[in-house]
């Protein structure tokens, strides 16, 4: 079992930059898959980056892809979400989450933390 603790999150304006930190614990690090999934008010909660366990594989969902980039240091059991151009509707609590596998790209994570609001306003 792994336990994800995330931080990093807060208020930010619009054109402006966050980076979320999410530290494991426990079983290693390395043989898991990451992933930040991100939930706003009255939505679906979507996979909004994902990184396979060598970091050799990495998705974005289509309204991120060239502002948010993802990143692993499995010497400090951490994985990252640096997101530039922050829009309004970035809006949401994002998740930490973490699944065994090689599969990045699915919903079906095992893992996840408690999670951290980010608010981006206009």
């Known amino acids: 079992q792994v336990q994800l603790v995330e931080s990093g999150g807060g208020l930010v304006q619009a054109g402006g930059s966050l980076r979320l930190s999410c530290a494991a614990s426990?079983?290693?690090?390395?043989?898991?898959?990451m992933g930040w999934f991100r939930q706003a008010p009255g939505k679906e909660r979507e996979l909004a980056a994902g990184?396979?366990?060598?970091?050799?594989?990495?998705y974005y969902a289509d309204s991120v892809k060239g502002r948010f980039t993802i990143s692993r240091d499995n010497a400090k059991n951490t994985v990252y979400l640096q997101m530039n151009s922050l829009k309004p509707e970035d809006t949401a609590v994002y998740y930490c989450?973490?699944?065994?596998?090689?599969?990045?790209?699915?919903?079906?994570?095992?893992?996840w933390g408690q999670g951290t609001q980010v608010t981006v306003s206009s």
């Open positions: 426990g079983r290693t690090f390395r043989v898991y898959a």
């Open positions: 990184i396979s366990r060598n970091d050799d594989n990495t």
């Open positions: 989450a973490a699944r065994t596998g090689m599969i990045v790209n699915t919903a079906r994570y095992d893992y």
